[in-house]
Each structure stands twice: as C-alpha cells, then as structure tokens.
C-alpha cells in the first residue's frame, strides 16, 4: 500500500462531494462552487490523498488575520473563502478534513494535516498558529487529531 498527497485538482471534484456526502450529515455538506472556490483562492491549502492511485480523503484551509473577537458566522456553512483567506495572514483555518470509511484506520487524516501544517509552515511563514474545530458530534475526531 503506497499512498501520495498533492494538491486537489478540478476533476476531483466528483469525489470530493461523494465524501462530503458520506463523511458529514446533510446539514453540514458544503455545496461544490465552495470547494471550487477554494480549490482557486487557495490551491496550497487544498490537499487530497490517494492510496494505490485511489482517492482515500481530502483538507482544506485557509489563511486568516488573528483577531480576538471570533464570530461565530466566521466558521459557517458555506463562507467565501474569497472574504476571509489573507495570504500574509498569520492563522491557518482548517475548513474540512474528511477521509472514505474504507480508508480509515491508515492514520490518513494525520498524514493530512502533518503535510499540510509542513507545507503552510514552509511557504508561509507568518502563520503562527492554526484553529481546527470538531464538532461534538464527531467525538472519534477528537482521538484522530
């Protein structure tokens, strides 16, 4: 079993909203003009992984300014990417992270973000702290990152 992470590309669209669908409940799916969008503002901060050839999961980011006073609106269904993300900004928001039941249990969802937090460390290197929110709902997610 090999697997390799790199930047998500538009014809991966298909299977990034069949794991939007099988990763998350109806009411948390973001729609595909929002991947879209931040496949294009934000190509860097967009990774999948494959194993064998095969996309097994996918994250998304963004680069922000810190601020104190944190709307709850900030993080909502759906945001622009185009309205918050700041390339010399100094937060990293990881806006999703999802990997295809058959395929966990390969610690796929930490390769993610190790590469990811590497990647925006090297090219980026006002960001000095990153924010990824797990639902309560999603208690298995709390042991996986």
């Known amino acids: 079993m090999s697997h390799l992470i790199r930047q998500a590309q538009p014809r991966d669209i298909p ?3 069949s794991l939007e ?6 009411d948390c799916w973001e729609n595909e003009e929002v991947y879209i969008s931040r496949m294009k503002v934000f190509p860097q901060g ?3 992984i ?3 050839g095969e996309f ?3 994250i998304t980011s963004e680069i922000w300014h810190h601020s104190q006073e944190i709307n709850p609106h900030t993080f909502s269904l ?3 990417i185009e309205e918050r993300h700041k390339r010399d900004g100094n937060e990293l928001y990881i806006s999703s992270i999802a990997v295809f039941k058959r395929f966990r249990g ?3 969802g930490y390769l993610l973000v190790t590469q990811l937090l590497d990647s925006i460390g090297r090219h980026y290197p006002n960001v000095e702290q990153s924010i990824l929110i797990v639902s309560t709902e999603w208690l298995p997610a709390y042991h996986t990152y």
């Open 15 to 17: 299977v990034i909203m």
């Open 106 to 108: 390969h610690h796929y």
């Open 46 to 48: 967009f990774l999948v």
């Open 56 to 58: 097994a999961g996918t």
């Open 21 to 26: 669908h099988e990763a998350f409940s109806p």
């Open 78 to 80: 759906g945001h622009a």
């Open 50 to 52: 494959e194993e064998d």
